[in-house]
């Protein structure tokens, strides 16, 4: 049986190397190594050694003397083994792909020749190629271009780390460095030049880059739904948006009744102070008032989303509105201040990228504009998401936004709408 004659697709389900069990000591302990890769561990001196010793296959003299006059039964596998090797050292396929097809293979039969183990340890030192300092990468871009990236070329560059750098899991919440980024204000207003941002491994151990509540939407496909998922997500949302109505009051009441309750406490408690210390829940306000605005709503339908295994974002669009329009009669000037203090999110939108089995990164968009069944579209990629979605083309410099602090957002949104708090 070839070792690579299995499908090869994103895995959805839990690791196939824990659950299973290899009867040859060395092949077991191949699949343990290989299983601190898939989490971000680094590999010991000792397991290091093992790899180098295992890796390497000299035939007897039988067996040599034999292979010139019958091909070797092992042949066929190892040929395969290592072309996935070379694969992986010539970064041909992402990390996720890497990830997934070393572990298929190691899985693929449990009776292993030596030279095919020999070929899996290989195999497995060529994952070791896939890591590298994303600290290191962004010196090497300020020392080549002599300045700070632009928030499009910071964005690239974690993408493309993120397509050939492994994920590490274990460091998820860690910070791998800051910098700031070197946008013109005029070009790209609602961004600060001067605000230092953080690049950060998420849950899934990979890097994403963090301004404050929000970061740039992850356009990557790490999810396989099936169409009885999609259908869900479908009636998830319209039992919560059908029976919902727009109301811009819930978050105002909310914030006034969290005032009322720390000034029982603290009579002379200010607004101010009463402002900072409010975090609200956006989706419990949902609950509440069985209502609210576009980002309540959002709110409330990705978390339920994640309750059911599917994992959404919570999008900033930048909008003319009632709201985010200078209030002129006939006038059709944005009110760009805030734009910039909600971080882009003049409305929210929550959008699931994922793999359905013939498209790899088709798209569904919930619009969470309580305006009707209008409100749910799909895309067959991300491109057409853009460019038929959103009306343009897809520009890391100007990505939008997704929304990780909703909450924050929230309050942004609160402060701009009502004007709650003066700035000085």
């Not at 700031?180 to 953080?198: A, G, R």
Request: aromatic residues 8%; glycine residues 6%; charged residues 25%.
């Amino acid at each position: 049986m070839s070792l690579l004659a299995i499908s090869v697709s994103p895995s959805s389900g839990g690791s196939r190397v824990s659950s299973f069990t290899a009867s040859d000591p060395t092949h077991q302990r191949l699949l343990t190594i290989f299983q601190k890769i898939q989490t971000g561990m680094t590999l010991s001196s000792d397991e290091m050694s093992f790899l180098t010793a295992t890796s390497k296959f000299s035939p007897s003299t039988g067996e040599w003397l034999g292979s010139f006059v019958r091909t070797p039964t092992d042949d066929a596998s190892v040929k395969e083994i290592d072309a996935l090797s070379q694969r992986v050292l010539r970064r041909e396929i992402t990390s996720t792909a890497t990830l997934d097809q070393v572990e298929q293979t190691l899985v693929a039969k449990d009776s292993l020749t030596k030279k095919e183990t020999a070929a899996l340890a290989r195999l497995i030192q060529s994952c070791l190629t896939r890591g590298g300092s994303f600290a290191e990468v962004l010196d090497g871009f300020k020392r080549v271009q002599g300045r700070d990236p632009k928030r499009g070329e910071l964005i690239d560059l974690v993408n493309q780390f993120n397509r050939e750098a492994l994920p590490k899991p274990t460091q998820a919440g860690a910070v791998a460095c800051r910098t700031t980024v070197f946008d013109i204000p005029e070009e790209n207003p609602i961004y600060d030049p001067h605000s230092v941002l953080e690049i950060r491994y998420d849950q899934s151990g990979f890097l994403e880059i963090i301004e404050g509540p929000v970061a740039p939407m992850d356009l990557s496909s790490r999810q396989t739904l099936t169409t009885a998922q999609r259908q869900e997500m479908h009636q998830l949302y319209h039992s919560l948006a059908d029976s919902a109505y727009y109301n811009n009051l819930g978050e105002f009441l909310e914030f006034m009744s969290h005032c009322r309750r720390e000034r029982e406490t603290n009579p002379d408690l200010s607004l101010r102070e009463a402002y900072a210390s409010y975090h609200p829940d956006l989706g419990q306000v949902f609950d509440k008032y069985q209502s609210g605005t576009c980002i309540l709503l959002a709110t409330k339908f990705s978390q339920e989303a994640s309750k059911r295994g599917v994992e959404m974002q919570c999008v900033g669009k930048q909008t003319l509105n009632d709201w985010t329009g200078i209030p002129i009669p006939g006038s059709e000037m944005k009110w760009n201040d805030l734009t910039k203090e909600t971080y882009g999110a003049d409305h929210t939108d929550v959008v699931c990228i994922y793999d359905d089995g013939a498209r790899p990164d088709a798209v569904m968009e919930f619009q969470c504009s309580f305006e009707g069944k209008e409100d749910v579209r799909e895309w067959r990629s991300v491109d057409r998401y853009f460019q038929l979605g959103r009306g343009c083309n897809i520009d890391s410099q100007y990505l939008p936004n997704k929304i990780l602090d909703c909450g924050t957002i929230g309050k942004a949104r609160l402060q701009g709408r009502f004007d709650l708090i003066p700035k000085n």
